[in-house]
């Protein structure tokens, strides 16, 4: 975002000009957005994109896909366009192919065209999608969250290797009225440690707009039971 330096803000002491406002010094944002998408879109491809920004491998000349929860093979099966199908390759992974050299496979098409034939550590989610309407919103994030966020006692959490991704979520969240918590998370794997970055989100309000407006396919159940258990101890 560039403003001017006589552009005002809402700080801590009131409205002030962003020249007389200083690096960590806290400033007024929206809490929502709103539905600021009209367009519409096609929904097999939506999921399939969001399956594929969670757990998908896209940056060969072929269209992996690694998860071993049959609620959400089933649901990714079933979304495929008819020239192509999964098939198990060896212990999590399964390839979208279409099973011929020379048929040309849609989904891979589909990767390369929407920017996500690339490492997860540089996925984002595709420009187009912040054009849509929030109820195709929905059907992306529902698929990305089944496959890479969990609900624990506190609440929702979402962890990525990109944190462009990771801003982009917490953007379309917004939309809906949840608010998130971003923070930095290493990793340490077989020794190394890798850069992560993580939303958190506890507010019962919130999370009730998670579960009614967006849901997350195979924990839905779960997601559900925390916010019944909110509502108690509210």
């Known amino acids: 975002v560039f403003i001017t330096a006589e552009h005002p803000l809402y700080t801590v002491d009131g409205w002030k000009q962003l020249k007389h406002i200083r690096e960590d010094d806290f400033i007024g944002v929206p809490r929502t957005y709103g539905n600021l998408g009209q367009y519409s879109y096609d929904e097999n491809k939506l999921k399939i ?3 594929l920004l969670g757990d998908g491998g896209c940056t060969h000349n072929a269209v992996m896909f690694s998860n071993i929860d049959e609620i959400v093979l089933d649901d990714l099966r079933s979304a495929l366009p008819n020239e192509v199908e999964l098939k198990f390759s060896d212990r999590c992974t ?10 040309k496979n849609p989904v ?43 609900i ?7 962890a990525l290797a990109s944190q462009g991704m990771i801003d982009d979520i917490r953007h ?3 939309r809906f009225g949840v608010v998130c918590r971003k923070r930095y998370k290493a990793v340490n794997l077989n020794n190394k440690i890798f850069d992560s970055w993580a939303l958190s989100c506890t507010d019962l309000d919130s999370l009730i707009m998670l579960s009614s407006e967006i849901g997350i396919l195979g924990k839905q159940e779960k997601l559900d039971n925390i916010i019944r258990h909110k509502m108690t101890t509210r």
């Open 49 to 51: 994109t969001g399956y």
């Open 94 to 103: 399964y390839r979208i192919s279409t099973g011929r050299s020379n048929v």
């Open 152 to 158: 624990d006692i506190k609440g929702f959490g979402i």
């Open 172 to 174: 379309l969240l917004l």
């Open 108 to 150: 891979l098409d589909m990767v390369r065209e929407f920017g996500i034939n690339c490492l997860a550590k540089h996925k984002r989610i595709p420009e187009f999608v912040f054009s849509l309407s929030n109820e195709y919103v929905a059907i992306v994030l529902n698929a990305l969250f089944a496959c890479d966020a969990w």
